[in-house]
């Protein structure tokens, strides 16, 4: 039974990110919903070695929306999408998880509702509404042109003119996404009160959507011009966003918001943040450790998008090392290599044909780099993008770089026609057949079974969850460190990401491989591993 009273819980914990449109379909709606998620849970975590082992869930959004965004707009923050189930439905799902001692975060979406939210409903209804400052509303320039120069996320300005009262308002997103005025005590109010309200049906913490770009300048200055700007890169750089993304305001909300979580024993947040490592750090509220108990990293997936970032040694040591030097003492980094918006690794990686095989040496560094990981559903599989016909295609940001539909489609439990997801017509269409659960669970060489069996190596080595980092090497094609508990053996973690054998000069003593992605290395080693083309190993000291 999960405790509420292990505040720690979270530096330890593997928490797996279910999009829950997509991992289990209970009613034939061709959707998925908290009753299909409850009904998995013991793929997750059962307690035994046939499970996932994973310790926590993070759901992307569960509430009533209008699904411009599939659920970042959000019109209830305090209730459950129709789509997805009720509020019952959601207390129980709570339930089962801690039974299981799975922990539940949800998608706390602070920077922006959806325009149906009966706040933004009011708040639109005249200048001068009660609710008018809720939202970011500006006059036009003497010219009529937009406040200032600020771009939407999903493309074109970040203004809306409302024609009936004569005001823009600002939406970082799409249209139907008006930006929250943090700047108003009374929506920090209720929006801490909507942390309260589900910390008291039990979860046990959030992920925070776009924390980054919570607090603006409180001048709504334009943002400077890019001067690397170059023609061919994408619309979105042309100009530096200081004014809305970072803004330094935005750490004292992230500090209101801690102190909210810290009124209940054991919750955690996570943030959604972009910027360089610096930032990032920032998140965590430096020496006091007062801001966000962790905050993503997303430099292993792309370290400026829509630029992918390489599966190169070198680069791979850089983003550790320099997360490492910017987190502050007692802080620790948070990776995640896929999400909801991004391509899937396996696919992203796979310009010539090996991403399947990166994808098992990805699933060793993920769950041997120091931080908290965050495994994307059906990255265990190694699922693939999907390609989506055009009249299929949902997602309505598909400027957001590239589209999001192909990593979003349903999870695979089996290769029958609905692959265990659902009796009904799935909302996005199915990957191939032959990666899915049931198959993957019979064979031992597969990605699942060495998540599986990565997870609980993870859960049982002291060094492996909560050792020190040591980088030992990074080289053209090996990355590698170390990673050490007092009092316990050290592993070391390493990486070849090169097409070729490549060798490995391990500190002294006897290694015995405690894990790897490719069977082909002989234990116990001394001196030096040999790691396979595109492998990852795990190596414990003996004795
Ligand atoms: C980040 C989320 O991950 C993404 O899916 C969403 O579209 C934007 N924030 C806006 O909420």
Request: glycine fraction near 8%; aromatic fraction near 12%.
């Amino acid at each position: 039974m999960a405790s509420p009273g292990d505040g720690d819980w979270w530096r330890r914990a593997v928490i797996y990110q279910v999009y829950p449109r997509s991992f289990q379909d209970s009613n034939g709606d061709g959707i998925g919903d908290l009753q299909g998620i409850i009904d998995r849970l013991d793929y997750l975590n059962d307690g035994t070695p046939a499970s996932l082992g994973i310790d926590a869930i993070w759901l992307s959004p569960t509430f009533p929306s209008p699904m411009k965004d599939f659920g970042y707009d959000v019109s209830d923050y305090r209730d459950v999408h129709p789509d997805f189930g009720t509020l019952a439905t959601m207390d129980r799902l709570v339930e089962e998880c801690h039974r299981r001692d799975i922990r539940v975060l949800l998608d706390f979406v602070p920077n922006h509702s959806s325009d149906q939210h009966p706040w933004f409903v009011e708040s639109r209804s005249s200048r001068q509404s009660p609710k008018r400052d809720w939202y970011v509303w500006r006059d036009p320039k003497p010219d009529g042109s937009p406040p200032n120069n600020w771009r939407g996320v999903f493309g074109g300005s970040a203004w809306e003119l409302d024609q009936a009262s004569g005001q823009y308002y600002l939406h970082s997103f799409l249209v139907e996404q008006p930006d929250l005025n943090w700047r108003n005590p009374e929506v920090v109010e209720a929006m801490h009160n909507v942390l309260r309200y589900w910390m008291d049906r039990g979860v046990d913490g959030f992920r925070i959507d776009v924390m980054h770009m919570v607090l603006k300048h409180p001048e709504l200055l334009d943002n400077p011009d890019n001067p690397d700007w170059k023609p061919g890169d994408p619309e979105l750089w042309r100009q530096r966003w200081v004014n809305n993304v970072n803004y330094p305001d935005v750490y004292g909300a992230v500090k209101g918001i801690r102190k909210v979580l810290d009124e209940y024993p054991g919750r955690m947040a996570v943030g959604e943040v972009m910027g360089n490592s610096v930032h990032i750090a920032a998140y965590y509220g430096n020496e006091r450790l007062d801001g966000l108990h962790l905050a993503f990293n997303f430099h292993y997936i792309n370290q400026r998008e829509p630029v992918v970032t390489p599966w190169e040694a070198p680069i791979l040591a850089l983003i550790a090392r320099h997360a490492e030097e910017a987190m502050p003492p007692g802080a620790q980094p948070c990776y995640a290599f896929s999400n909801h918006d991004r391509p899937r690794f396996a696919s992203r990686h796979n310009g010539d044909g090996n991403g399947p095989a990166r994808a098992r040496a990805a699933a060793l560094l993920l769950l041997g780099l120091r931080g908290t990981p965050f495994v994307y559903y059906g990255e265990e599989l190694g699922m693939l993008d999907v390609d989506v016909p055009e009249d299929r295609l949902q997602d309505p940001a598909r400027f957001y770089s590239f589209g999001r539909d192909p990593a979003r489609t349903p999870m695979q439990w089996d290769a029958s026609p609905g692959r265990g997801f659902s009796s009904g017509e799935p909302w996005l269409p199915f990957g191939q057949a032959e990666i899915n659960v049931a198959a993957q669970s019979a064979d031992p060489g597969s990605l699942l079974s060495l998540y599986r069996r990565a997870l609980r190596l993870r859960r049982g080595e002291q060094s492996l969850h909560s050792g020190a980092y040591h980088e030992l090497a990074a080289t053209n094609d090996v990355f590698a460190f170390v990673r050490e508990a007092q009092g316990a053996r050290p592993v070391v973690v390493a990486v070849n990401t090169g097409l070729a054998p490549a060798a490995l000069p391990l500190p002294p003593g006897q290694w015995r491989v405690l894990e790897s992605s490719h069977p082909a290395i002989a234990p116990p080693l001394a001196g030096e591993a040999t790691l396979p083309p595109l492998g990852a190993a795990w190596f414990a000291l003996e004795g």
